[in-house]
Nanobody
Framework: QVQLVESGGGLVQAGGSLRLSCAAS????????MAWFRQAPGKEREFVAA????????YYADSVKGRFTISRDNAKNTVYLQMNSLIPEDTAVYYC??????????????????WGQGTQVTVSS
């Protein structure tokens, strides 16, 4: 089992920045990929960004490229999502996820094994 705990959400004005954190614990040694997804009211959960635990390669949804940065601290078993130039459309609950599979299909929600409880991000116009 892996436990994921997100933090760092909040209310920010458009153009502002936030940094989300996801602390992993438990059986993390087999984790291949960690990712962030988000879900806005009335919409499906969508992929935001992913990072390979070994090597650190990163992948982004087109909607956040150039604005968001995913990173990791292996020693702390923590993944971060730095969000800059936020827009109201970024408003959502953001979820951290991890998986054992090293598949290249990073945006496939069902490929992830563990999820955090989510943290709310609200961007006001």
């Amino acid at each position: 089992q892996v436990q994921l705990v997100e933090s760092g959400g909040g209310l920010v004005q458009a153009g502002g920045s936030l940094r989300l954190s996801c602390a992993a614990s438990g059986r993390t040694f087999s984790t291949s990929v960690m990712a962030w997804f988000r879900q806005a009211p009335g919409k499906e959960r969508e992929f935001v960004a992913a990072i390979r635990w070994s090597g650190g390669s990163t992948y982004y949804a087109d909607s956040v490229k150039g604005r968001f940065t995913i990173s990791r601290d292996n020693a702390k078993n923590t993944v971060y999502l730095q969000m800059n130039s936020l827009i109201p459309e970024d408003t959502a609950v953001y979820y951290c996820a991890s998986r054992y599979s090293d598949s290249n299909l990073y945006d496939r929600r069902l490929s992830y094994d563990y999820w955090g409880q989510g943290t709310q991000v609200t961007v006001s116009s």
